[in-house]
């Protein structure tokens, strides 16, 4: 990894870690679908364009299912559950709740058996759901966090977990540009007719126009032209330390704010980044970070 590439990987997790925060001053204004549904609508504008400049290819038709499904759950329901989620729990403990995305995968790659257990997988999933109970509590205790909100969370965690597995084995080898384009389109298109329908924003404010920008150009379209600009130079186990990092810009970006961070969520995520660590140590097979 050249210096070049460490700085746009700190980067990428600075632009994600501070995602959970704009969605919550996004999410004052905007109701859940309307936060996800510009998230979808901004990021894709700069994906076009980018698909536009590089010449990318989109996926072929014959691919929708899978494509629907993708958008549908890395997208559509993450995306609109972190900002219903984010009305009752802080920002850094969604952040840290965020985490739970690779214990799913892992737990469902074990499921449909593409991951053969070992101890070392079953003890880094029990002591990373450990953390995450942690976590839970203590934003629990010291009343910056609902059981409805957290419930909220983790199905969006799922969501993304789900959306890693089915991509994995049915979008394998696209053009990871056209794939990110087309997602990103699907999802918005899903997304509009629920947001009409549905509440409508209240009063807008300058903080909420431009989380929602910031959030939609940089944390869903630049992003991922970083994220796999990066990949194309280094391995994706090199690429996942994003993982780890986004629970402590959580932690930091909602200290910023004033938010307020508990004890036990600072040990929570120590105790989840050890089982992330441990699942890490010689995976059988490499995992992409999740996008946001």
């Known amino acids: 990894m050249t210096r070049q590439d460490a700085v746009q990987l700190f980067l990428l997790s600075a632009v994600w870690g501070i995602s959970f925060l704009l969605i919550k001053w996004g999410g004052e204004v905007f109701p859940p679908l309307w936060v996800a549904l510009l998230r979808c609508v901004f990021g894709a504008a700069v994906l076009w364009l980018a698909l536009r400049l590089g010449r990318h290819t989109l996926p072929p ?5 899978p494509l629907l499904l993708v958008a549908f759950f890395n997208n559509v329901l993450p995306w609109t559950f972190f900002a219903w989620g984010e009305q009752t729990v802080s920002s850094n403990i969604a952040a840290i709740l965020n985490a ?33 109970g942690l ?22 965690g799922l969501g993304y977990a789900l ?8 979008l394998g080898g696209l053009n990871p540009v056209g794939l990110a384009t087309t997602q990103l389109s699907l999802a918005g298109l899903m997304l509009l007719p629920a947001a009409l329908l549905g509440p409508a924003p209240s009063a807008l404010t300058s903080q909420a126009a ?8 940089f944390g869903s379209g630049f992003a991922y032209l970083l994220y796999y600009g990066l990949l194309s130079r280094i391995s994706s186990t090199q690429v996942t330390a994003v993982t780890y990092l986004l629970p402590v810009w959580g932690l930091f970006w909602g200290a910023v704010a004033g ?9 929570g995520v120590g105790v989840i980044l050890a089982g992330l ?14 996008l946001l």
Do not use: Y
């Not at 038709?61 to 299912?65: G, P, T, V």
């Not at 976590?135 to 969006?156: N, Q």
């Not at 959306?163 to 049915?170: F, L, M, Y």
């Not at 660590?277 to 999740?290: D, F, G, S």
């Open 61 to 65: 038709a014959s691919l929708w299912k």
């Open 210 to 217: 431009l989380s929602m920008l910031f959030l939609g150009v």
């Open 135 to 156: 976590t839970v509590f203590g934003g629990l205790s010291g009343g910056h966090a609902s059981v409805l909100g957290i419930s909220v969370l983790a199905a969006a």
């Open 100 to 132: 739970t995305t690779p214990l799913f995968t892992l737990m469902i790659s074990l499921g449909v058996r593409e991951i053969a257990p070992s101890a070392r997988v079953i003890l880094g999933v029990l002591i990373g759901l450990g953390g995450v």
């Open 163 to 170: 959306a890693t597995v089915i991509a994995k084995r049915t």
């Open 259 to 267: 938010e307020r961070v508990g004890i036990l969520s600072v040990i």
């Open 277 to 290: 660590a441990l699942l890490n140590l010689r995976p059988r097979r490499t995992r992409r970070p999740v």
